[in-house]
């Protein structure tokens, strides 16, 4: 039912800026939940930021003020604006969709049922 594609990674330099793109396909009218996560090198999986069909979102506290998501219902597109970017941000982050959903998830990953296949973000010092 849902399909999702990354794109938008890349290298920055710290405190650079970096804008991530999800292409969604959702054939489905219940209510959603789309986040974005990611992944270092010998770390968990993590959360950064979700939103919900409303638009309502939630951050990870660790990117709050630095990350903004928003979604464009038009473009069928999912956005990560990343200002201030840090070498810890460096990463594999996804795209991901929770069906059904009426809060932005962003601490439970594994309650995203869909999930793109990733774009690499490194940030250098």
């Known amino acids: 039912q849902v399909q999702l594609v990354e794109s938008g990674g890349g290298s920055v330099q710290d405190g650079g800026s970096l804008r991530l793109s999800c292409a969604v396909s959702l054939y489905t009218s219940s209510s959603y939940c789309l986040g974005w996560f990611r992944q270092a090198l010998g770390k968990e999986r993590e959360g950064v930021a979700a939103i919900n069909s409303g638009g309502r979102t939630r951050y990870a506290e660790s990117v709050k003020g630095r990350f903004t998501i928003s979604k464009d219902n038009a473009k069928n597109t999912l956005y990560l604006q990343m200002n201030s970017l840090k070498p810890e941000d460096t990463a594999m982050y996804y795209c991901?969709?929770?069906?059904?959903?009426?809060?932005?998830?962003?601490?439970?990953?594994?309650?995203?049922?869909?999930w793109g296949q990733g774009t690499q973000v490194t940030v250098s010092s």
């Open positions: 991901a969709a929770s069906l059904p959903c009426w809060y932005p998830i962003v601490s439970t990953w594994s309650a995203y049922s869909y």
